[in-house]
Structures are given as structure tokens and as C-alpha cells.
Nanobody
């Protein structure tokens, strides 16, 4: 079992930055693929970014590429999402997710592929 707890959300003006954190429990965090998804009101949950267990491969949705950076610290069992140049359309609840398989064995952008989820942290970007 893996438990995930997100933090770092808040209210920020357009063009600003936020850094989200997701702390994981469990001894096998370092072997898991980790990802961030987001869900805006009235919309389906959508993929934002994913990172391989080793940190050497990352994946991004086109909508966040070049603005968001996913990273991880396996020693701290934590995954991060650095969000820069935020836009009002980035407003959503951001969830981290975990999958015990390697990134090259499943579709990282599919929310159905992830076994564990955090409760989410709200990000609101004002114009």
C-alpha cells in the first residue's frame, strides 16, 4: 500500500509560480512511476506530468510542456511539480498518483492505469 499526500497549492496571479509536493508512505516509493493529474470544475481528470522511478525519464501534457517540471527525491519519498508561468486555465485540483510498473510498460497519461491517488491540492490562478 502507498499513501499519497499533496501540499503546496494556493491562490496565485497569472504569470506566477507554485511548487506542489506529494509525500508518499511505503518502502517501495523509489520503484514507482509517479504522476500528476489535474481536474477542473466540470471537467474530466487530465494528465499533466509523469516521471520514471529513476527520474531519468519525464513526460508532459502539451498544455504544460515548457512551463511545468516534475521531479522526485527518492530519499525523501517525495515527488514535486514546479509550475511556472501559470495561467487561469491551470486552475484545478491537482492529484498525484502512483503506479508500481515502469513507465515503458503502460500508458502514463491514462488515469485508469494508476493504483494509488492522493486527495489533491487546489490551485487557483487569477487573471
Amino acid at each position: 500500500q502507498v499513501q499519497l499526500v499533496e501540499s503546496g497549492g494556493g491562490l496565485v496571479q497569472a504569470g506566477g509560480s507554485l511548487r506542489l509536493s506529494c509525500a508518499a508512505s511505503g518502502r517501495t516509493f523509489s520503484t514507482y512511476t509517479m504522476a500528476w493529474f489535474r481536474q477542473a470544475p466540470g471537467k474530466e481528470r487530465e494528465f499533466a506530468a509523469a516521471i520514471r522511478w529513476s527520474g531519468d525519464s519525464t513526460f508532459y501534457a502539451d498544455s504544460v510542456k515548457g512551463r511545468f517540471t516534475i521531479s522526485r527525491d527518492n530519499a525523501k519519498s517525495t515527488v514535486y511539480l514546479q509550475m511556472n508561468s501559470l495561467k487561469p486555465e491551470d486552475t484545478a485540483v491537482y492529484h498525484c498518483a502512483a503506479n508500481p510498473r515502469d513507465v515503458y510498460t503502460f500508458s502514463v497519461a491514462s488515469s485508469a492505469q494508476y493504483d494509488y491517488w492522493g486527495q489533491g491540492t487546489q490551485v487557483t490562478v487569477s487573471s
